[in-house]
């Protein structure tokens, strides 16, 4: 037990929870006598909720009060741990109306070696890479636990649960489960037959949630997408979907210049259609100068409430026309507080690489 941090813990729960002196008195008590901090599921929520206010490298901080929090510390086994995962997905997915949600695991027992839920298939063939770049390890470790895809650009890969040092066990999410949405323009009808679409729900599951000196090693959580993470990365970024030339061809840019601007001019359209295409679908996302303007909401509140906003310019800026937010405009101290969400050591899957 860290008696530093869960000092540091209670007294931020108290303070913002407005709870008595003779509260504080008891629950310190309490805790000694049990060695260990045992956080209720209000402390729980309360800190998975702060660490994401003092996540700096997010935009869309205003929201971290609405998070909902399932507590799974009680689950054991592989299959319960699966099937709560699939619980978190049909939650948070909501039929497109993206709940930010965040289901814990018991500390010490459970590794989820996906870096994300949903999240497609990368693999290495004699003509290129199928899929997403990104994953061609996992892809591989997936594939030495027995697992087949089906060598599109978007198999979502299956599920991988640890216990304790075991071997990890493998499961395929239902289709049912998985909302996805495909990528067409407002105006150019040719962006259909690029044949694109991108996951509904980000939820990353590699990170730690930190709360009082607990490590959480499996909380994955997630709130809905800003349309630049998928159409000025995922499917932009030259070694992610590389798609910018094809958007080009469709386009009728000329790509053996620079000074055109064919690669600003794509970027625009295709972000436009991720834009119009989740908002089609009535699936939740949102776009990079309303975040920033709610990021500035949030900074407002924060002032209010006299506490420092931290941030990482150097990712809170978007990929896209950053100078046109006023994110761009402004220093931010990059100051680590917590509770919060870090990386953490990737598992040990090398054994599955060979
Ligand atoms: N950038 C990551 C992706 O494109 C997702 C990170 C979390 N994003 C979010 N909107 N909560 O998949």
Redesign the pocket.
Known sequence: MNVKEVNEFLLLYKEEMDKSEDWYNERLKEIHEEGKLELTYDELTFGARVAWRNSNRCI?RLFWKSLHVFDERHLETEEEIYQALLHHIKFATNNGKIKPTITVFKPGLVRIWNE?ILRYAGYETENGIIGDPNSISFTKVCQALGWKGEHTHFDVLPIVIQINNQSPAVFEIPKEYILEVPIQHPQYKEFRELNLKWYAV?I?SNFKLSIGGIDFEAAPF?????GT??GA??LADIDRYNILPRVAELMGLDTSTNANLWKDKTLVELNLAVLHSFKENGVSIVDHHTAAQQFKIFEQQEKERNRKVTGDWTWLIPPMSPATTHVFHQPMANIIKKPNYFRQKKPNYDLYLT
């Open positions: 869309g994300q980000p990353i997630n709130g809905w997408y800003m993470e998928i990365r995922n």
